[in-house]
């Protein structure tokens, strides 16, 4: 096989490759790569979209006494996940405990969207 053939069919097996990555990215987290989703599932729990963009004073002026922090990644995947925070309840959320009643994805410096947590208890 010459180095073209091997390339062109290297070229084709990146491009199935990434095809198939982005579909399953599609179907778990509901959004293609690169975009801000419109629910984020966290704690066991699921949360929609609030409001529109807002600043960290914005969400950090609720008078609440638990501080707004960082508690993971949306989606969960190294490198491609945009920090999550809340304000949870207790230090560390294990199932079970109460979970913040929002969350917030960082969408850009200093820009996050909100989310509210769907249904009740």
């Not at 989606?75 to 304000?87: D, T």
């Not at 917030?104 to 909100?114: F, H, I, K, L, S």
């Amino acid at each position: 096989m010459s180095w073209r053939n091997a390339a062109g069919t290297g070229v084709a097996v990146l491009l199935i490759a990434a095809g198939g990555l982005t579909v399953w990215y599609r179907a778990t987290y509901h959004v293609f790569p690169g975009m801000v989703p419109t629910v984020v599932h966290w704690c066991g729990r699921d949360y929609e979209t609030e409001s529109g963009p807002l600043s960290w004073a914005q969400i950090t002026a609720a008078d609440s006494p638990r501080q707004v922090r960082v508690v993971g990644s949306y989606p969960p995947i190294f490198g491609l996940g945009r920090p999550l925070l809340a304000a949870p309840v207790a230090g560390s959320v294990r199932p079970g405990e109460p979970c913040a009643m929002g969350v917030y994805v960082r969408t850009g410096p200093g820009r996050y969207q909100a989310y509210a947590l769907e249904g009740g208890p």
